[in-house]
């Protein structure tokens, strides 16, 4: 794909090279992310960040990647504090705030909705997540975060095991699409009967050659998997909160359960946020000492991909480092070991 002026709206869009080329330019965006070097090759250029869903982590990082490449954001959060609320249709909103940024990220909670707007920007937009249907840069930062975690391994035959709802998690919609483009992957859906993964998303694992189970049972399907990849009851997709509480708290892995059941170096993650609550607990607290809990990896990583992403989009990946310098104040270690 030609990620110049490019919308990053699905995964449809990718191919395996594309992948490999923006995991390249995200290793490269390490000393930046990292807080060792600092660039200003955007300086002047205005992200405009429109969130109408709740969000933290993706709206901050993509946020602050900007502003590590030099850039300035601009936000709009929630419905109620925006035009929309007024009646204004995406297509309005589309050309009037594509005149006042020059990249747009935005979520939304109707699936299709990024795109249709995306229609009707001047500038590329990038899907923060449109409802159940895909959150594609999640994908990508969880996919560069098992890459890293098998250390030179590669993604063919990867086994990997997700968790939980897995027909309203968009995260887990885009990673499978993500996946097709690998060889031999084994995967393992472990969801309640009504909260399966779409069965064309099924069907597109299949056709891509790889092996997928489905199962209703946590332990047995942890045993033999690389990744356990876990995932929180989407409770704002239910009709009502009693019909989430049907799932909630249905499969939770903990340091005892990971300890009996999966091999010593499963790396276990999460997209993020987990519940905590003790209804919830799809991944416990206890897990925070496990070595191989891989979800503030995950979330450092999103900087590295959110930044390549950017940087491909906008088409100044070649200049990041012909702008930069030193960091001139204390950075402590808190990259260290990454
Ligand atoms: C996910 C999302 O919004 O789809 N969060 C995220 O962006 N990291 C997962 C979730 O909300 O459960």
Known sequence: MQFAGSHILSIAQFERPDVEHLFAVADRMQPYAHRRRVTKVLDGAILGAMFFEPSTRTRVSFGSAFNLLGGEVRETTGFEMSAIAKGESLYDT????????????????????????AAASRVPVLNGGDGSNEHPTQALLDLYTIRKELAGRGIDQLRIAMVGD???????????KLLCLFDGIQVVLVSPAELRMPPSIVEQLRVAGHKVLESEVLEASIRH??????????EER????????????????????????????????HPLPRDSRVTARELDDDLNDNPNLAIFRQTDNGMLVRMALFALVLDVADQVDRHARDVNWYTGGRFDGL
């Open 94 to 117: 589309a050309r009037v705030l594509s005149g006042y940024s020059d990249v747009i990220a935005m979520r939304h909670p109707q699936e299709g909705s990024v795109a249709e707007f």
């Open 166 to 176: 897995l027909r309203f998690g968009r995260t887990v919609h885009s990673l499978c």
């Open 225 to 234: 998997v690389d990744i356990v990849y876990s995932t929180r009851i989407q």
């Open 238 to 269: 239910f009709s009502s909160q009693q019909e989430a509480d049907l799932y909630r708290g249905r499969f939770r892995l903990n340091q005892s359960i990971y300890t009996e059941h999966c091999e010593p170096n499963t790396v276990i993650m």
